[in-house]
T-cell receptor, first 113, second 111 residues
Framework: AQTVTQSQPEMSVQEAETVTLSCTYD???????LFWYKQPPSRQMILVIR??????QNATENRFSVNFQKAAKSFSLKISDSQLGDAAMYFC??????????FGAGTILRVKS | NAGVTQTPKFRILKIGQSMTLQCTQD?????MYWYRQDPGMGLKLIYY???????DKGEVPNGYNVSRSTTEDFPLRLELAAPSQTSVYFC??????????FGEGSWLTVV
């Protein structure tokens, strides 16, 4: 069964600094997708970044990048130059090909000015 | 392009009442999902569908039913509402299990 674990219930970062959110997962498949979603207080689910497991290159979207370690089943999110608007709940999620999306419990990110 | 549309956005139900949360998508996605999110928690899968006429249970299906008669629509039925079903409900869709797009959520309170 797919499982996703986010071990950091809450993280804080100073504005303009860098923060890394951790995520580990378990799957028996070799081909799957990994995602980071952002959920602000409005509860809207916003896709931050997506990684395909067969691609060794780490995905990057502007200030957001991932460190994908397939053998270790680790998928951390790095946010550079943190901004006040980055404050939100962040969810890591796993999808096996053709299957359902399973979420971690989330990490609350607080950004200090 | 409307994406994923859920209705209603807010609803208060009395214990024992029934209701249907509507979800429609205009992206011709084959996969559709219903999730619930309790306060301070992650999303849990209720039901999902890989195409019209096909549905399957997720982690927390008890107390809910779904149908998928068309590609566009995936309604979620709550029978005999209970306080434990107070939550925010999200409908989502994707193509071939690719990136999932979410609706804006439906806030349901059972009193």
């Amino acid at each position: 069964a797919q499982t996703v674990t986010q071990s950091q219930p809450e993280m804080s970062v100073q504005e303009a600094e860098t923060v890394t959110l951790s995520c580990t997962y378990d799957t028996s498949e070799s081909d799957y997708y990994l995602f980071w979603y952002k959920q602000p207080p409005s509860r809207q689910m916003i896709l931050v970044i997506r990684q395909e497991a067969y691609k060794q290159q780490n995905a990057t979207e502007n200030r957001f990048s991932v460190n994908f370690q397939k053998a270790a089943k680790s998928f951390s999110l790095k946010i550079s130059d943190s901004q006040l608007g980055d404050a939100a709940m962040y969810f890591c999620a796993l999808m096996e090909y053709g299957n359902k999306l399973v979420f971690g419990a989330g990490t609350i990110l607080r950004v200090k000015s | 392009n409307a994406g994923v549309t859920q209705t209603p956005k807010f609803r208060i139900l009395k214990i024992g009442q029934s209701m249907t949360l509507q979800c429609t998508q205009d992206m011709n996605h084959n996969y559709m999902y219903w999730y619930r999110q309790d306060p301070g928690m992650g999303l849990k899968l209720i039901y999902y569908s890989v195409g019209a006429g096909i549905t399957d249970k997720g982690e927390v299906p008890n107390g809910y039913n779904v149908s998928r008669s068309t590609t566009e629509d995936f309604p979620l039925r709550l029978e005999l509402a209970a306080p434990s079903q107070t939550s925010v409900y999200f409908c989502a869709s994707s193509y071939q299990g690719n990136t999932i797009y979410f609706g804006e959520g439906s806030w349901l309170t059972v009193v």
